[in-house]
C-alpha cells in the first residue's frame, strides 16, 4: 500500500501540469504577502491575480517561445534583445492595466501600479531569469532521463545478444561431448562412468553457470580440464594436447569464454586426420589482466567440420567479446597453411 502511494506521489510529482501549479502558487502567495504587509484582504487577493497576467504571459512566452527558438538554437543576443524588449512592454502593460483598465473591471474597488515602471521591469526580469534556469533544469533532468532509459534499452538489447549467443555455445558443446561418450558406451569402455560424471558435471556449469554474469577464472579451468577429458578419448594416441595454468589470483570472467576456441582447435587440428596434431593450450592472470593463448597445427578444410557449423564458435566469441569488453580487450587470430593460433588479452 505504502510503495503504492509513493509510487502515484512521484508520478504526480514528476508531472508538468503539476510542477506549473506549484510554481505559480508560490508565486501568488510571495506577491500576495509583499503587498498585503501581512494582512491579507480581498483586494490584495484581486490585485495579485491581475498582477500576475503578465508575469504569466511573459513567462511561457519565454519557456515557449524565445527558449526554443532562440536558446536552443544559440542565439543568445536575439534571446537577450527579446526579453529585453518583453520586459519593457510587459512592465508597460502592467502599469496600463492598474492605471487605466482596472477600474472598469471592477468600478467599485480603488487600484493604482503599487509599483514603479522600474520595479516592474525588475519582477519581469527575475521571473525570466529563474523560468530559464528551471528550464534549462528540466531540460537536463529529461535528457538525462532519456539517456537512462536508453541505456537501460542497450543493456537490454545486450543481454538478449548474449542470451543468444550462449545457447549457441550450449547445443554445440553438449553435442560433441554426446558423441564422445556415445562412442564408449559401444565399446564398453570401463571408463564410461568416470566421463558420465564428468558430463554431468559440465551439464551443471552450462545450465548454471554459463548464465550467470561472472564467473570464477577457475570454474572455467576446471571446465576445460573436463572437456579435455572427455576429448582424449576421441582422439589419436599420438596427438599432444597440453594445458598450462597460472592462475595468480582467481579473478571473474564472462562464463564459457574459452570453451569455443578449445573446441575450435580440436575441430581444425586433433580431429583433422593429420600426424603428429597437437593443441597447446595456456591461460594465465596478473593483477587486473587476463591472457589466453592457445595453438593447433590443423589439416585441410575437407577433413574438418569447418563446413559443417560455418565456424559458429570463433564468430560466437568475437561477438560476445565484443559485447562484453568492448575497449578493454585485444583478441589476436594467425590463421596459416598449417598452424591456428588465437592470443587473447582481456583488461578486467
Not at 542565439?75 to 492595466?97: D, M, P, Q, R
Request: net charge positive; proline share 2%; with cysteine.
Amino acid at each position: 500500500m505504502i510503495a503504492k502511494i509513493s509510487k502515484i506521489l512521484f508520478t504526480v510529482l514528476k508531472s508538468r501540469i503539476f510542477q506549473h501549479i506549484l510554481f505559480w502558487l508560490f508565486s501568488f502567495v510571495v506577491i500576495v504577502n509583499l503587498i498585503s504587509n501581512n494582512q491579507v484582504k480581498q483586494i490584495d487577493l484581486i490585485y495579485t491575480f491581475i498582477f500576475h497576467f503578465t508575469l504569466v504571459s511573459i513567462v511561457y512566452l519565454n519557456v515557449s517561445v524565445f527558449f526554443p527558438l532562440f536558446i536552443q538554437k544559440k542565439s543568445f543576443i536575439k534571446y537577450f534583445s527579446f526579453a529585453a524588449i518583453s520586459c519593457i512592454i510587459f512592465s508597460f502593460l502592467n502599469t496600463l492595466i492598474f492605471n487605466n483598465i482596472i477600474d472598469i473591471l471592477f468600478p467599485h474597488y480603488y487600484f493604482i501600479s503599487i509599483y514603479t515602471f522600474i520595479d516592474l521591469l525588475k519582477f519581469h526580469s527575475i521571473y525570466i531569469i529563474v523560468t530559464l534556469l528551471l528550464k534549462f533544469t528540466t531540460e537536463w533532468f529529461s535528457q538525462e532521463d532519456a539517456k537512462f532509459k536508453l541505456s537501460k534499452i542497450e543493456r537490454e538489447k545486450v543481454e538478449i545478444e548474449l542470451k543468444a549467443l550462449r545457447a549457441q555455445v550450449n547445443p554445440h558443446f553438449l553435442f560433441n561431448s554426446l558423441n564422445v561418450l556415445y562412442s564408449l558406451a559401444l565399446k564398453n569402455a570401463k571408463e564410461t562412468p568416470e566421463l558420465i560424471i564428468k558430463l554431468s558435471d559440465i551439464l551443471r556449469y552450462v545450465i548454471y553457470d554459463s548464465n550467470k554474469e561472472k564467473v570464477s577464472i577457475k570454474s572455467e579451468v576446471e571446465l576445460i580440464n573436463n572437456y579435455l577429458s572427455l576429448q582424449e578419448h576421441r582422439i589419436d594416441k599420438t596427438s599432444i594436447v597440453s594445458f598450462e595454468t597460472d592462475i595468480q589470483n582467481d579473478i571473474k570472467i564472462a562464463p564459457m569464454l574459452f570453451l569455443p576456441l578449445v573446441e575450435n582447435s580440436f575441430k581444425h587440428g586433433v580431429k583433422g586426420d593429420i600426424s603428429n596434431t597437437y593443441v597447446n593450450i595456456k591461460i594465465k592472470t596478473t593483477n587486473k589482466i587476463l591472457y589466453f593463448e592457445i595453438e593447433n597445427n590443423k589439416g585441410t578444410v575437407e577433413n574438418t567440420d569447418e563446413k559443417k557449423d560455418g565456424g559458429i564458435g570463433l564468430a560466437n566469441i568475437k561477438k560476445r567479446l565484443h559485447l562484453l569488453y568492448a575497449n578493454n580487450h585485444i583478441l589476436k587470430i594467425k590463421d596459416d597453411e598449417n598452424k591456428f593460433k588465437v592470443s587473447l588479452k582481456i583488461n578486467l
